[in-house]
C-alpha cells in the first residue's frame, strides 16, 4: 500500500509566523505535490516536484516555497503566515511513467492562522 | 473555461439505486482520467482510473470515458450509505507531465 503521511492534522499559528509542513512518501515516488483545498475552490496546486531538489510552481504559490532534499520527503513552508492561508493542506505522491500518473494523498494538514 | 467541470450537486440517491456522477473536460489532449472518493474531513481517495475509451468496471463501481465527447462519468451500483462522499474528477494533461486538473467535486447523499 502506498503511504503518504503528514506532519500533523491540525496546526494553529499566528499571523506572520513561518510556517512548515512536512510530507513523507515511502513508495520511492518520483512526483510530489502540495495542495491546498478551500470550499467551493476544490483543489489547488500550489508547487510540485518531480525530482530531488526540483520544483515547479503551481496555480497558486505566491506566499508560499517548497523544499525537496530527499526523494521521500516534501515540504511547504508559509514564510510568512497570513489568515488568508487557512486552509486544509493536502500532499500527493505519484511515480513517474506513461502509465502511472496516479496520485495518492496524506490525511491532510487543517492549518488555522489567526 | 475551466478545465474540469462538475455538478456540485447535492445529488440525492435511495439506498440500492444507481448514483450517476459526471464530469467533463476542456482539453481534448488529456490522456489519463481519475475517480477520488473524499470523505467530510478526510482526504481523497483513489477509487477508479480509467486510460481509453468504453467502460472500466471495479466492483460496484464502472468508471466511462467518452474522449470524442471530453466527458468521463462514474456509475455506483446497489449504492449503500457509505457511499455517501463528495466524488473528484480529475484530469491528467499530458503537456503538463504529471501535473493534475480537479474538478469541485459532486456532493453525493445515499438515502437509507
Known amino acids: 500500500d502506498v503511504k503518504v503521511t503528514q506532519s500533523s492534522r491540525y496546526l494553529v499559528k499566528r499571523t506572520g509566523e513561518k510556517v512548515f509542513l512536512e510530507c513523507v512518501q515511502d513508495?520511492?515516488?518520483?512526483?510530489m505535490f502540495w495542495y491546498r483545498q478551500d470550499p467551493g475552490l476544490g483543489l489547488r496546486l500550489i508547487y510540485f516536484?518531480?525530482?530531488?531538489?526540483?520544483?515547479e510552481k503551481g496555480d497558486i504559490p505566491e506566499g508560499y516555497s517548497v523544499s525537496r532534499e530527499k526523494k521521500e520527503r516534501f515540504s511547504l513552508i508559509l514564510e510568512s503566515a497570513s489568515t488568508n492561508q487557512t486552509s486544509m493542506y493536502l500532499c500527493?505522491?505519484?511515480?513517474?511513467?506513461?502509465?502511472?500518473?496516479?496520485?495518492?494523498f496524506g490525511p491532510g494538514t487543517r492549518l488555522t492562522v489567526t | 473555461q475551466k478545465e474540469v467541470e462538475q455538478n456540485s450537486g447535492p445529488l440525492s440517491v435511495p439506498e440500492g439505486a444507481i448514483a450517476s456522477l459526471n464530469c467533463t473536460y476542456s482539453?481534448?489532449?488529456?490522456?489519463?482520467f481519475f475517480w477520488y472518493r473524499q470523505y467530510s474531513g478526510k482526504s481523497p481517495e483513489l477509487i477508479m482510473s480509467i486510460y481509453s475509451n468504453g467502460d472500466k468496471e471495479d466492483g460496484r463501481f464502472t468508471a466511462q470515458l467518452n474522449k470524442a465527447s471530453q466527458y468521463v462519468s462514474l456509475l455506483i451500483r446497489d449504492s449503500q450509505p457509505s457511499d455517501s462522499a463528495t466524488y473528484l474528477c480529475a484530469v491528467n494533461n499530458k503537456n503538463t507531465g504529471n501535473q493534475f486538473y480537479f474538478g469541485t467535486g459532486t456532493s453525493l447523499t445515499v438515502i437509507p
Open positions: 516536484s518531480y525530482d530531488v531538489k526540483m520544483k
Open positions: 482539453d481534448r489532449v488529456s490522456q489519463s
Open positions: 513508495m520511492d515516488h518520483e512526483n
Open positions: 500527493a505522491s505519484s511515480a513517474s511513467g506513461e502509465a502511472s500518473y496516479e496520485q495518492y
